[in-house]
């Protein structure tokens, strides 16, 4: 059974940062690509970061980059977010998510290419 579970959620001030960590059943190899996706309270859910995982290829959505950065161990077949210079709009459920097959680059941070998601870990960043 392919089960992804999220850890690292909590809350920080603006400014802070925090890891999040993905672990994921099985080989993280046997996803072409793992994905952060995140949902804010009354909007939709949008791709944050991805890594394609065989080779490291990463995505960031413009309003993370230079502030998140996704990485992967497959020897603990964990996937990381390292979240830094959080802002209060960072605010959301943050979810991990695996793609069987093979995803275009442009579709990256589609959640719509994604297969298997976990169940979230919150993260509330304060002024």
């Known amino acids: 059974q392919v089960q992804l579970v999220e850890s690292g959620g909590g809350s920080v001030q603006a400014g802070g940062s925090l890891r999040l960590s993905c672990a994921a059943s099985g080989y993280t190899s046997r996803y072409n690509h793992m994905g952060w996706f995140r949902q804010a309270p009354g909007k939709e859910r949008e791709g944050v970061a991805a890594i394609e995982t065989r080779g490291g290829d990463t995505y960031y959505a413009d309003s993370v980059k230079g502030r998140f950065t996704i990485s992967q161990d497959n020897a603990k077949n964990t996937v990381y977010l390292q979240m830094n210079s959080l802002k209060p709009e960072d605010t959301a459920m943050y979810y991990c998510?695996?793609?069987?097959?093979?995803?275009?680059?442009?579709?990256?941070?589609?959640?719509?290419?994604?297969?298997?998601w976990g169940q979230g870990t919150q993260v509330t960043v304060s002024s």
């Open positions: 998510a695996g793609a069987r097959y093979f995803i275009l680059s442009r579709y990256a941070l589609s959640d719509r290419q994604y297969n298997y």
